[in-house]
């Protein structure tokens, strides 16, 4: 399988014609449809349905052009990294990372390196754990931000110096919101909406302080907009990380959970990785930031 194959792959996937793809690859259209039937013989499936309407991609074209996607940002990544080895720091950083106001760290530690080096860009893509290891073993991401244990054997890390406190964000008008502090017993009979991501050390003991008592959990969400939109239709009280929801001029409060519960969140990135320029910089100055 060739990577010029891909690319046309992928060019009739997004144009969902032959002909705008040919068009848009500067090929001729027989050229292009004989490319991609050897694709097809190659992995003895069927890639495409072809209709009146148009080209549409088979569950199997589906399968790889989240493939071919990855391969081919992957290989951009690498020649960006090879053709800039021996120039001036300039490049690409990309990162993944959840919802957090340590991500503000982030944004730290981007704004300082561009005062140095301005040709440095930055990437970040938005998920839980989950997304975030995955798109880090693929190669995709340089950086992971995640709670909860590490693999020692897969990923180097240091761990960052403010941790995130959990609390409930509920309508102002709730009965809740009239407290200072949110206790278990306030939860017990309550619509919760819950993170998805149930991996973290802090969602563990907030589970642990409720040993005793049936949750009614009513949602989850993989991102707190979601979920504050849930709270502000009346679904139920989220509970979350504190600072992730402005809540000025909206009918939301947050209110902090007692006894505490906190977790912190760790910069990770593949073993034996060899970092680009940009990143190996982004890497010392949130160390320097980080006092790790």
């Known amino acids: 399988m060739e990577f010029r194959v891909l690319q046309y792959f992928l060019a009739v996937a997004r144009e969902q014609s032959l002909s705008g793809a040919a068009e848009s690859l500067h090929l001729s259209q027989p050229t292009l449809s004989r490319q991609l039937k050897d694709l097809e013989d190659e992995l003895g499936k069927q890639l495409f349905t072809r209709s009146n309407k148009g080209i549409a991609l088979t569950e199997e074209g589906m399968i790889l052009r989240k493939r071919a996607e990855e391969i081919v940002l992957l290989m951009k990544k690498t020649e960006d990294e090879i053709a800039l080895s021996d120039e001036a720091v300039s490049g690409n950083v990309y990162i993944g990372a959840g919802e957090s106001d340590v ?97 973290t050390e802090g969602w563990q003991n907030l589970q642990h302080i409720f040993p005793s008592i049936q949750l009614n959990i009513v949602a ?73």
């Open 103 to 199: 991500n503000r760290l982030l944004g730290r530690a981007a704004f300082q390196l561009r005062e140095h080096y301005p040709d440095i860009s930055f990437h970040i893509s938005s998920g839980n754990a989950v997304f975030v290891l995955e798109q880090l073993d693929r190669g995709l991401i340089d950086f992971g931000l995640v709670y909860g244990p590490v693999d020692h054997a897969k990923y180097d890390f240091f761990r960052l110096p403010q941790p995130d406190a959990f609390g409930v964000y509920m309508r102002r008008d709730s009965p809740l919101a009239e407290k200072e502090y949110i206790g278990p017993e306030d939860l017990a009979d309550k619509p919760l909406i819950v993170s998805a991501q149930e991996e």
């Open 220 to 292: 989850t969400y993989t991102l707190l907009f979601n979920g504050a939109l849930l709270v502000e239709e009346g679904l139920g009280y989220a509970i979350c990380f504190d600072k992730l929801v402005n809540t000025r001029g909206t009918n939301l409060c947050f209110r902090p959970l007692r006894p505490t519960i906190e977790t912190t969140a760790s910069v990770i990135w593949k073993k034996y990785q060899l970092l680009s320029k940009p990143a190996q910089k982004f890497l010392e100055k949130m160390r320097e930031l980080c006092g790790a």
